[in-house]
């Protein structure tokens, strides 16, 4: 689904991704882990092109993402993402939100479009917040509306940008919720996100990074139970210590 | 009582004031009162003018008409006065966000079309009157309405050129808005009345009114763009993160997230640069049209009426305050919503 080949990215001279080889299969899911600056986020937003890399390949569901707007038109088409500050269009309302890409794009009708926002808000469990506006959400249940708006693309690949990072603690657990519930359902996703809990119950693999490096990469069994190198023992020491 | 302790002797600084106004009303109110009001003459009598103490409202009286509607020819003073309330009329009907549907710019050609033969004449019997001879309250708010109904889509074109990612169009924008704010309206409109004519081809003509019309816009879209970008510089990543990855292309993802967002955010700096343009349409005066201040600046050119300029300036402001009043409080009550 996702293939990575050396890939190499660099903000004016920093570089923030180093030859990076990555495979995402198609149903797997992928969790990223790795300290704050170790490129996580700019690995997963290569995937959508919400950044360019400068060298190596990027290929999703069998397009090669290059300056060529048509791929890109392509490959967006076919992945949702989720933001750590859910990036919810504030003069729409949540229905809007969830109707305006389908509509706008791929040119379903209005009804249509309604309808299947609905049936994802109802999976996201807040069908009833459709005519209110994301500032009179609670942070938990606009995140849920920004992973229904995403799903209503129906995307053939999910990525979340730690997607509870923003959040306060008792919201977490009903975005996971809802994430645990898509992943089982069969959906190709790459997480990045501190939420170790998540990884080990859902992720097929865990990849961990450090300054722009894939370091680790392997089930979370292993990863959790036996990490290979000292950083990735060093950092769940962090994450998990407390 | 508490109520006027509390807001006007709230501390010692605040009762100074409250004190030493109460003495500037005391001191100025009274004689503005007798002025104006009790020593005034209505009649329009240039001699008990000159013989009273007070305002002369009979000038505005005697020269209502001239100051209205300018050099129209004065037996068909009728057809700009509908078409003036007709403009103010489609104005307020605008301001009620119910109407704003689709058919809300039909209702404008239809009235603009009825406005525009009303002025011309020319059809259904009614003579033809060359728009030389326009003038008055009628040309200050065709100046305007015409002005910022082409100057505020040009000027997000050129607010959006100005942010694109092809530097031909960014040079562009960034040149042409650069270049007229650095000129003032003044020598454009002279450069439009004197050296446009210059670089027409021969034979082909643009009047002066089409010409200083074509100036305001243009000087008022690079104002109105700056204000436009400002809005647009408002606006988060995150939006447009969200909008590529929903694969939205550009002239969608412009017109359905980004501008909605940054003209909202726009709407107090806008309204200044309305009111800024709608009284910068006076100095089309310069260039010999006659709007609504330079009728009255003519009719005080009258040797039987000479010195009645406070009188007339003071009708001049009041006219220009109640448009820039209900402009501004119609902002307020949408910054509101």
Redesign the interface.
């Known amino acids: 689904m996702i293939e990575m080949i050396k890939v190499s990215k660099w903000f004016a001279s920093f570089q923030a991704l180093k030859e990076v080889d990555l495979a995402v299969g198609r149903g797997e899911k992928v969790v990223v882990c790795g300290p704050s600056g170790s490129g996580k986020s700019t690995l997963i937003r290569l995937v ?3 950044e360019a890399h400068q060298e190596g390949r990027v290929i999703v569901d069998g397009v090669e993402l290059t300056d060529d707007p048509r791929a890109i ?1 392509t490959v ?2 076919e ?3 989720v ?1 750590q ?7 729409l309302t949540v229905l809007e939100n969830l109707t ?2 389908p509509v ?2 791929k040119r379903v009708p209005r009804k249509e479009a309604e309808e299947t926002a609905m049936h994802f808000l109802a999976r996201v469990r807040i069908p009833e917040q459709a005519a209110k506006y994301p500032s009179q959400l609670s942070g938990g249940q606009q995140q849920r509306v920004a992973i229904a ?2 799903l209503c ?1 129906r995307p053939k690949l999910m990525l979340f940008d730690e997607p509870t990072s923003a959040l306060d603690p008792e919201m977490i657990k009903e975005v996971l919720d809802v994430m645990v519930e898509l992943a089982r359902e069969g959906m190709t996703m790459m997480v990045v996100t501190h939420e170790m809990g998540f990884a080990k119950t859902v992720a097929d693999r865990v990849v961990f990074m450090d300054g722009g490096r894939v370091v680790e990469a392997a089930p979370p069994a292993e990863f959790f139970g036996a990490p290979k190198t000292d950083r990735a023992r060093l950092f769940l020491s962090q994450v998990l210590g407390h | 009582m508490r109520w006027l302790r509390e807001n006007f002797f709230g501390g010692w600084a605040s009762g100074v004031f409250t004190l030493l106004l109460i003495l500037i009303l005391w001191k100025a109110l009274p004689p503005f009162i007798d002025w104006a009001f009790l020593d005034a003459v209505w009649r329009p009598d240039p001699k008990a003018c000159r013989a009273g103490e007070g305002a002369c409202w009979g000038f505005i009286a005697e020269k209502h008409r001239f100051i209205l509607f300018g050099t129209y020819p004065y037996e068909l003073h009728w057809r700009p006065a509908i078409a003036t309330v007709l403009l103010i009329g489609l104005w307020i009907f605008s301001a009620f966000r119910v109407f704003w549907k689709w058919w809300l710019s039909i209702v404008w050609l239809v009235g603009l079309t009825l406005i525009g033969i009303l002025m011309w004449g020319g059809i259904f019997g009614m003579r033809y009157v060359e728009n030389e001879r326009w003038g008055g309250m009628i040309l200050t708010l065709l100046l305007t309405t015409f002005g910022l109904a082409f100057a505020f889509p040009l000027s997000i074109l050129l607010a959006l050129g100005r942010r694109s990612d092809m530097p031909v169009i960014r040079a562009l924008c960034v040149g042409y808005i650069e270049l007229i704010r650095g000129v003032p309206l003044i020598s454009l409109l002279f450069m439009a009345s004197v050296m446009l004519p210059l670089f027409l081809p021969s034979g082909v003509t643009i009047d002066k009114l089409l010409r200083a019309q074509i100036a305001m816009i243009l000087f008022a879209a690079a104002y109105l763009a700056e204000v436009v970008r400002g809005g647009l510089q408002a606006i ?1 990543q ?2 447009y ?2 909008a ?6 550009y002239w ?1 993802r412009t017109c ?2 980004i501008l ?2 940054a003209l ?1 955010i726009s709407v107090p700096p806008l309204v200044n640069t309305f009111i800024g343009f709608f009284k910068d349409t006076s100095l089309v005066l310069i260039i010999g049209l006659f709007d609504l201040l330079s009728t009255i600046k003519i009719s005080l050119q009258d040797r039987t009426w000479t010195g009645f300029g406070v009188e007339a300036y003071l009708f001049a402001s009041l006219v220009y305050f109640a448009f820039c009043f209900a402009m501004s409080r119609y902002s307020r009550s949408f910054e509101r919503k």
């Open positions: 959508n092109r919400l038109d967006r088409r992945v949702g993402m933001f500050s859910f990036n919810l269009f504030p003069h305006l890409a706008w794009v708006r995403a693309m | 988060p995150g939006q993160d969200a590529h990855a929903l694969a939205l292309p969608r359905l997230i909605p967002q909202r």
